[in-house]
Antibody, heavy 115, light 112 residues
């Protein structure tokens, strides 16, 4: 059974950093590109970033370029999202999702950016 | 970015009723290789989204066959043939033909 479990969310002040993790199991992690998708409170879904199966290529939405870094550790079957210079508008639930069309999702981890 | 417009924004249905949700794109989603990267998801209350339909009309793993997808170019439809209570939630279309991937604003399905 495919499982994705995010962790690392919480309350953080504007301008500070936070690192999210996503532990994957139930499939061959290093065969799949992986993504982060976010959802602001009571809002819709927004793609954040994607990383290729081997980590060699990364892609970001414009609003997070230069502030967020997606990475992965295939030996640990874990996906990461390093979020720097956080803004209030980054407040959202962050989901880890498999592939380019998100066939499996984790339960999400909430990030609140507030002073 | 490609804008996906979903209608209606809210839908109220009785059990057993058939309903349709429209997703219209600001650009054609047909790529140069002849592929159309249009997907449908359901987000039940308090849960993460789940994939229902991929590549316009293919049923996701474990998805009941009362769900179907159709369309081409810029106009796409998700149909539920015989709504069940477990179908309540918000439905989203998503395109991945053009970077960045974008989602529609969602259609909330309520059960009468």
């Amino acid at each position: 059974e495919v499982q994705l479990v995010e962790s690392g969310g919480g309350l953080v002040q504007p301008g500070r950093s936070m690192k999210l993790s996503c532990a994957a199991s139930g499939f061959t992690f290093n065969n799949y590109d992986m993504a982060w998708v976010c959802q602001a409170p009571k809002k819709g879904l927004e793609w954040v970033a994607t990383i290729s199966y081997d980590g060699s290529s990364t892609y970001y939405r414009d609003s997070v370029k230069g502030r967020f870094t997606i990475s992965r550790d295939n030996a640990k079957s874990t996906l990461y999202l390093q979020m720097d210079s956080l803004r209030s508008e980054d407040t959202a639930t962050y989901y880890c999702a498999r592939g380019w069309y998100f066939d499996f999702w984790g339960p999400g981890t909430m990030v609140t950016v507030s002073s | 970015d490609v804008v996906l417009t979903q209608t209606p924004s809210t839908l109220s249905a009785t059990i057993g009723q058939s309903v349709s949700i429209s997703c219209r794109s600001s650009q054609s989603l047909l790529d140069s290789a002849g592929n159309t990267y249009l997907y449908w998801y359901l987000q039940r209350p308090g849960q993460s989204p789940q994939l229902l339909i991929y590549l316009v009309s293919n049923l996701g793993s474990g998805v009941p066959n009362r769900f179907s997808g159709s369309g081409s170019g810029t106009d796409f439809t998700l149909k539920i043939s015989g709504v069940e209570a477990e179908d309540l939630g918000v439905y989203y279309c998503m395109q991945a033909t053009h970077a960045p991937p974008t989602f529609g604003s969602g259609t909330k399905l309520e059960i009468k």
